[in-house]
Antibody
Framework: QVQLVESGGGLVKPGGSLRLSCTASGFTFSDYYMSWIRQAPGKGLEWISYISYTVHVIDYADSVKGRFTISRDNAENSMYLQMDSLSVEDTAIYYC??????????WGPGTLVTVSS | EIVLTQSPRTLSLSPGQSATLSCRASQSVHNTHLAWYQEKPGQAPRLLISGTSNRATGIPGRFSGSGSGTDFTLTITRLEPEDFAVYYCQQYGRSPFTFGQGTKLEIK
């Protein structure tokens, strides 16, 4: 069965960096777009980014463009999110989602990122 | 960016009743790429409906989606106790893929 597991969350100071990972199993990872969606505490959902099978197509939400970088390693069945210049507004649970993040049926349990001084 | 407005923000109903949740888009949703999710505390969102009206695998028939253009509806008939949760709509026809602010379905 499809499994997605995020890791790398934690506490970071404003202006700092963090790298999230998503490890996938149960499907042919290289056949699918992958994406990140986040949810700030007590708030709604926000699509962040997606990456195509071969990395040729990447898109970001304006709120993270220029600060976050999505990547993947198909040999490792893994996707990453490099987050730089973090602000308190980036505090959220970050979910890894199979697909481009639209109508996604498979989500990981999420990893919490807290940006605080 | 397409803004999705959900209404009502809170809906208070009893088990056995039917619920009608609305999602209105600021622009026409391309290719009816509209999805609905259910969220419960401490859990990742669960896909209910994609492509406006297609139930995801394992979703009971009491959940149905409809609509086109800018107006979409999620209908839940014969509410079960486990249906009380927060529901989000999402458009994925045009980037950025945006979500509505959610409707909380609570037990009356």
């Amino acid at each position: 069965q499809v499994q997605l597991v995020e890791s790398g969350g934690g506490l970071v100071k404003p202006g700092g960096s963090l790298r999230l990972s998503c490890t996938a199993s149960g499907f042919t990872f290289s056949d699918y777009y992958m994406s990140w969606i986040r949810q700030a505490p007590g708030k709604g959902l926000e699509w962040i980014s997606y990456i195509s099978y071969t990395v040729h197509v990447i898109d970001y939400a304006d709120s993270v463009k220029g600060r976050f970088t999505i990547s993947r390693d198909n040999a490792e069945n893994s996707m990453y999110l490099q987050m730089d210049s973090l602000s308190v507004e980036d505090t959220a649970i970050y979910y890894c989602v199979k697909g481009d993040g639209g109508g996604g049926a498979y989500w990981g349990p999420g990893t919490l990122v807290t940006v605080s001084s | 960016e397409i803004v999705l407005t959900q209404s009502p923000r809170t809906l208070s109903l009893s088990p056995g009743q039917s619920a009608t949740l609305s999602c209105r888009a600021s622009q026409s949703v391309h290719n009816t790429h509209l999805a609905w999710y259910q969220e419960k505390p401490g859990q990742a969102p669960r896909l209910l409906i994609s492509g406006t009206s297609n139930r995801a695998t394992g979703i009971p028939g009491r959940f149905s989606g409809s609509g086109s253009g800018t107006d979409f509806t999620l209908t839940i008939t014969r509410l079960e106790p486990e249906d009380f949760a927060v529901y989000y709509c999402q458009q994925y026809g045009r980037s950025p893929f945006t979500f509505g602010q959610g409707t909380k379905l609570e037990i009356k």
